[in-house]
């Protein structure tokens, strides 16, 4: 059973900051992972998606991988409240079920 | 190119009733899969389809169920609705499915009375 583990949060950071936002997850053989931005009553938009070990940068968005350990970040620079939303990792594995984490809420406030 | 579409938007259905939504991917998508996003238990796989084939199912009862056309249209259907059935239905497309990006529609909001 795959699993991906993020914090729930709310994660509250202030405009300008640096938000940093975790996932975990359990199966090794996943080569691709992808974090999604979901505003409240939208449905998930892509944000990033990394596929090798080190990090992505995106704009204010940097994505770090770490296989060897199995956890993705999702870094966020310049935090603006726009920004503000529900981040979501997903890991689709080896097979053809990929698997979201519960999502981060993040809140920037001015 | 267009994204991903939902139809419809919106529905309200009582107990007991059956519902049908559509999906029409991507442009060139030929994989379609569904999902169930609640408030308590987050994106919930629901089925993936691959040139009208179901290649992976979640762990939903049967009675949900779902088929994807020759032109990688899709539909999922839900029958005798319940109460615990209100959700957002997401539908994503991607090329082949697996470890490709994945673009979601707008989603269903479907509310069961």
């Known amino acids: 059973q795959k699993e991906v583990e993020q914090n729930s949060g709310p994660l509250s950071v202030p405009e300008g900051a640096i938000a940093s936002l975790n996932c975990t997850y359990s199966d090794r053989v996943s080569q691709s992972f992808f974090w999604y931005r979901q505003y409240s009553g939208k449905s998930p938009e892509l944000i990033m998606s990394?596929?090798?070990?080190g990090d992505k940068e995106d704009g204010r968005f940097t994505a770090q991988l770490n296989k060897a350990s199995q956890y993705v970040s999702l870094l966020i620079r310049d935090s603006q409240p726009s920004d503000s939303a529900t981040y979501l990792c997903?890991?689709?594995?080896?097979?053809?079920?990929?698997?979201f984490g519960r999502g981060t809420s993040l809140i920037v406030h001015p | 190119k267009a994204g991903v579409t939902q139809t419809p938007r919106y529905l309200i259905k009582t107990r007991g009733q059956q519902v049908t939504l559509s999906c029409s991917p991507i442009s060139g998508h030929r994989s379609v899969s569904w999902y169930q996003q609640t408030p308590g238990q987050g994106l919930q796989f629901l089925f993936e389809?691959?040139?009208?084939?179901?290649?992976n199912k979640g762990n939903f009862p049967g009675r949900f169920s779902g088929r994807q056309f020759s032109n990688s249209r899709s539909e999922m259907n839900v029958s005798t609705l319940e109460l615990g059935d209100s959700a957002l239905y997401l539908c994503?497309?991607?090329?082949?499915?697996?470890?490709?990006?994945?673009?979601f529609g707008p989603g269903t909001r479907l509310t069961v009375l």
């Open positions: 994503a497309s991607s090329l082949r499915g697996g470890e490709d990006t994945q673009y």
């Open positions: 990394i596929y090798s070990n």
């Open positions: 997903a890991v689709p594995g080896g097979s053809y079920i990929p698997t």
């Open positions: 389809y691959f040139s009208e084939t179901q290649r």
